[in-house]
């Protein structure tokens, strides 16, 4: 009777115990996926963007300019997603826009996390004052409102892509020293480290061979979900006119300009905005999978 039931459930060729639990994760884990298809197609449209891109970014035609998508009447598909005000190519920029939002994101990620990691480490791992000192700084820079802090950083330093990744580094780091130090003072009271101790290896050997290998799940998952923020955040402080300057192609530059033409020409804010949208969605739904697969507490048995 068993034996018919599952059968009749499963066809001959997933019988096997193990192929059914993967193809049961992989449904479950199906907008892990999705999300995983649309970043690998962001990098490689980032990648390969003088090849994929119809037109030269940067090339002005005012003959052409305000030129509506090819499904609009007087569209054409020389230009699929339209034109700007300039006559430039709107899928072009958005092409090339890709190359900044992952560079930025990613670079800005990676400043974040030699901080972050690095405090959280040092407050998690020796407590007492250098805890307190370190989770004021932590309190004061979380109380501070970002976007102001952000501005301040990059009108002192001058608006550029390196002063951006350096902006939002700078001030996106608190959430990493959190994270690591509430890890460290769970590590650290765990019997593999008080064996370490015991057996006198340095501090040095105990945090790089126990303490951050036990780490690494949790910071990817953050670091995937922070991205996604951090590329938000470069498109606010582009629209505001703080971020990569002109000519440079930039999502939010792009929404900037498009702004006073959103009643008649809707497609230059729109396209950029959904550019902004889609990575940051398929980003976070990479997260939330990769939080599913590294969290014992969220796995489905």
């Known amino acids: 009777m068993t034996q018919t039931s599952t059968t009749a459930m499963y066809p001959s060729w997933i ?41 030269d970014p940067f090339k002005q035609n005012i003959m052409k300019r305000l030129v509506p998508p090819v499904w609009m009447e007087e569209g054409t598909w020389k230009y699929p997603l339209g034109t700007d005000h300039l006559g430039r190519d709107s899928l072009s920029r958005i092409v090339y826009g890709s190359r900044v939002s992952l560079v930025v994101g990613v670079s800005a990620v990676v400043l974040m996390v030699f901080i972050g990691v690095f405090l959280g480490l040092l407050a998690g791992f020796y407590g007492g004052k250098i805890d307190s000192v370190i989770s004021f700084m932590v309190n004061c820079m979380m109380g501070f409102p970002f976007i102001l802090l952000a501005m301040s950083l990059v009108a002192v330093l001058g608006p550029s892509l390196q002063n951006i990744i350096i902006a939002l580094g700078v001030t996106g780091w608190p959430v990493f020293t959190r994270v690591t130090r509430i890890e460290t003072m769970k590590l650290r009271e765990q019997e593999f480290v008080l064996a370490a101790r015991s057996l006198a290896f340095t501090t040095r050997r105990i945090i790089g061979r126990h303490l951050l290998p036990n780490l690494m799940p949790s910071l990817l998952v953050l670091s995937t979900v922070e991205v996604a923020r951090a590329i938000i955040r470069e498109s606010l402080l582009s629209f505001l006119g703080l971020g990569i300057q002109p000519p440079t192609p930039s999502w939010g530059m792009m929404l900037a300009e498009g702004r006073d033409y959103m009643l008649m020409e809707w497609w230059l804010a729109a396209f950029p905005g959904f550019a902004i949208f889609l990575s940051a969605l398929g980003i976070n739904l990479l997260g939330d999978a990769l939080r599913d697969l590294v969290d014992p507490h969220l796995r489905k048995s």
């Open 15 to 55: 019988e096997n115990a193990t192929l059914r639990l993967m193809l049961r994760k992989m449904w479950d884990l199906r907008m892990g996926v999705i999300g995983g298809v649309v970043i690998f197609c962001l990098i490689v449209t980032a990648i390969f963007a003088p090849w994929i891109a119809p037109h």
